[in-house]
């Protein structure tokens, strides 16, 4: 069984910064691409941010030059940093990773249990 535990969420005022953990266990063979989607009350869920394997990254336009994606493939982990943040960045920020559990297998996809960000002041 895999299991992707997110860390890191809370209470910040505009302007600040988190720092989003996305933790990858079990039985897993290999992990490809990685990613951060976002839900805000009322709207779909949406990309936010991914980066594959070899570490190519790709953003959502609305945080562009204020959200960073990393990861750890030793740690089978992904990072999202996240500066200057706004109100509308509010919303359950999902972990979403394409996981093979044995050589050869189809990748699965797998998702977190959502950790909230809340930008008020």
């Known amino acids: 069984q895999v299991q992707l535990v997110e860390s890191g969420g809370g209470l910040v005022q505009p302007g600040g910064s988190l720092r989003l953990s996305c933790a990858a266990s079990?039985?897993?063979?290999?992990?490809?691409?990685m990613g951060w989607y976002r839900q805000a009350p009322g709207e779909q869920r949406e990309l936010v941010a991914a980066i594959t394997s070899g570490g190519s990254t790709n953003y959502a336009d609305s945080v562009k030059g204020r959200f960073t994606i990393s990861r750890d493939n030793a740690k089978n982990t992904v990072y999202l940093q996240m500066n200057s943040l706004k109100p509308e960045d509010t919303a359950v920020y999902y972990c979403?990773?394409?996981?093979?559990?044995?050589?050869?297998?189809?990748?699965?996809?797998?998702w977190g249990q959502g950790t909230q960000v809340t930008v008020s002041s």
């Open positions: 079990g039985s897993i063979f290999s992990i490809y691409a």
């Open positions: 979403n990773a394409d996981i093979s559990l044995s050589k050869g297998w189809v990748p699965f996809d797998y």
